[in-house]
């Protein structure tokens, strides 16, 4: 099984700041990874996928960056929707078995 | 638009079984993998079982192999998890997410909460 670790667990952050999120394979995904956004009560929301490409609708200060088994996701100028958890994901196994890592919860400095 | 409704949670004790559905409707059901996600209360994510489009290929997590048995009807727009020998630690609320084919989720339902406890 591939294991998918984050970090940090929390990150604090004021407004208008940048966070940058860390998610590392325990072997190469190649580009297969993707970032989902989870707010409390909700369900998950993809941000990016391929690593770099962003979802549908996602804003541009969302972005992804890395391959083989080092990724980042950055969030430029923090905004007050964007406090939440976030989970890499790989799916890039075989057979199939999609694993996440434990997430980073962005939090208000 | 697309939606994922899932339903069919609830309490039930350990050891028994419980169906979850998942009602898919805004796009063309019968072209997507599908899958199960869950997600234990105050944790974090985790797959559960894949479905490919004509239900032919199959995949479980190593968790749930052998008590869970996921299923699909593209008649009916609809997706199924059958859990069975049901253990406290599978406690969670359950995700049914769409899959662009061997790849990420780009859509999930609301979920659905399934608590096993006596």
């Known amino acids: 099984e591939i294991v998918m670790t984050q970090s940090p667990a929390t990150l604090s952050v004021s407004p208008g700041e940048r966070a940058t999120l860390s998610c590392r394979a325990s072997q190469s995904i190649s580009s297969n990874l993707a970032w989902y956004q989870q707010k409390p009560g909700q369900a998950p929301r993809l941000l990016i996928y391929g690593a770099s490409t962003r979802a549908t609708g996602i804003p541009a200060r969302f972005s992804g960056s890395g391959s083989g088994a080092e990724f980042t996701l950055t969030i430029g100028s923090l905004q007050s929707e964007d406090f939440a958890v976030y989970y890499c994901?790989?799916?890039?196994?075989?057979?199939?078995?999609?694993?996440f890592g434990q997430g980073t919860k962005v939090e208000i400095k | 638009e697309v939606q994922l409704v899932e339903s069919g949670g609830g309490l039930v004790k350990p050891g028994g079984s419980q169906r979850l559905s998942c009602a898919a409707s805004?796009?063309?059901?019968?072209?997507?993998?599908m899958n199960w996600v869950r997600q234990a209360p105050g944790k974090g994510l985790e797959w559960v079982s894949s479905?490919?489009?004509?239900?032919?290929?199959?995949y479980y997590a190593d968790s749930v192999k052998g008590r869970f048995t996921i299923s699909r009807d593209n008649a009916k727009n609809s997706l199924y998890l059958q859990m069975n020998s049901l253990r406290a630690e599978d406690t969670a609320v359950y995700y049914c997410a769409r899959e662009p084919s061997g790849s990420y989720y780009d859509y999930w339902g609301q979920g659905t909460l399934v608590t096993v406890s006596s």
């Open positions: 479905i490919s489009t004509t239900g032919s290929f199959i």
């Open positions: 805004g796009f063309s059901f019968s072209s997507y993998s």
């Open positions: 994901q790989q799916y890039g196994a075989w057979p199939p078995a999609w694993t």
